[in-house]
C-alpha cells in the first residue's frame, strides 16, 4: 500500500516550457486534490475532483489544467510555465469527507 | 468565508515540557477539523481527525479537542521529544467552502523542542 505517490520529485523548467505532474493513490479514495505551498502563503488550493470524470477550481487555476484520468490518477500540467509557478506541489486524496492523505510533493523550479 | 488561524506561528519549549497548538477558525459550521505535521521537505502527514461531533480525539502522546461553537481546536502534545520538531497545521472542512470536499489550512505553528 503505498498510499499517493508523485512523479517526478524534483523538475527545472524554462518559462513557456510545458509539464505534467502524476499522481496516483492505491486507496480507492473518491476525492483528489491538487495544492501548492508557497512561503508566507500556506497551502493554496488549485483544483480537486471529488469524483472520477468531475474537477473543479480551486483558489488558484490560473495556468494550470487538471485530468482525473480514472479513480486511481488525477495530473496537473503546465501549458506555459511562469516563474510565479516556482512552488513545491502536493497531491492529496480522501475518501468522501475523510481523513486527507498527502504525497511527497513535487519541487518546482521556473527559470 | 472560512479563515483558519494558528497563533503562534513559532513555538520552541525544551525536552519534556508539555504543550499545546491553537487553532481557530471563523465559521463554527464545519464537518471536522484535521491536525497535521509538516517535517521540512516533506508532505503533510495526517495526525489526527475530529468529526464535529467529536470533542476529543488522541493518539499516543497526541490530544485533539473540538469546541465547535467558539470555533477552537488545541493540539495536546505529552512529553515533547526533540522528534516532534516540525510544523503543525490544523485544517478545517465544512460547507461555507463551497463544497464539503474542500480544506481550509491555517499557515501552520513550527514546533522546535530542544534536548
Redesign the interface.
Known amino acids: 500500500n503505498a498510499g ?1 505517490t508523485q512523479t517526478p520529485k524534483f523538475q527545472v523548467l524554462k518559462t513557456g516550457q510545458s509539464m505534467t505532474l502524476q499522481c496516483a493513490q492505491d486507496m480507492n479514495h473518491n ?1 483528489m486534490y491538487w495544492y501548492r505551498q508557497d512561503p508566507g502563503m ?2 493554496r ?1 488549485i483544483y ?1 475532483s ?1 469524483s472520477e470524470g468531475t474537477t ?1 477550481k ?1 483558489e488558484v487555476p490560473n495556468g494550470y489544467n487538471v485530468s482525473r484520468l480514472n479513480k486511481r490518477e488525477f495530473s496537473l500540467r503546465l501549458e506555459s510555465a511562469a516563474p510565479s509557478q516556482t512552488s513545491v506541489y ?1 497531491c ?1 486524496s ?1 475518501l ?10 513535487t519541487r518546482l523550479t521556473v527559470l | 468565508k472560512q479563515e483558519v488561524t494558528q497563533i503562534p506561528a513559532a513555538l520552541s519549549v525544551p525536552e519534556g515540557e508539555n504543550l499545546v497548538l491553537n487553532c481557530s477558525f471563523t465559521d463554527s459550521a464545519i464537518y471536522n477539523l484535521q491536525w497535521f505535521r509538516q517535517d521540512p521537505g516533506k508532505g503533510l502527514t495526517s495526525l489526527l481527525l475530529i468529526q464535529s461531533s467529536q470533542r476529543e480525539q488522541t493518539s499516543g502522546r497526541l490530544n485533539a479537542s473540538l469546541d465547535k461553537s467558539s470555533g477552537r481546536s488545541t493540539l495536546y502534545i505529552a512529553a515533547s521529544q526533540p522528534g516532534d520538531s516540525a510544523t503543525y497545521l490544523c485544517a478545517v472542512r465544512g460547507p461555507s467552502q463551497g463544497g464539503s470536499e474542500k480544506l481550509v489550512f491555517g499557515k501552520g505553528t513550527k514546533l522546535t523542542v530542544n534536548p
Open positions: 499517493v476525492s500556506g497551502l488550493l480537486y471529488a473543479d480551486g502536493f492529496a480522501n468522501r469527507g475523510g481523513e486527507q492523505f498527502f504525497g511527497p510533493g
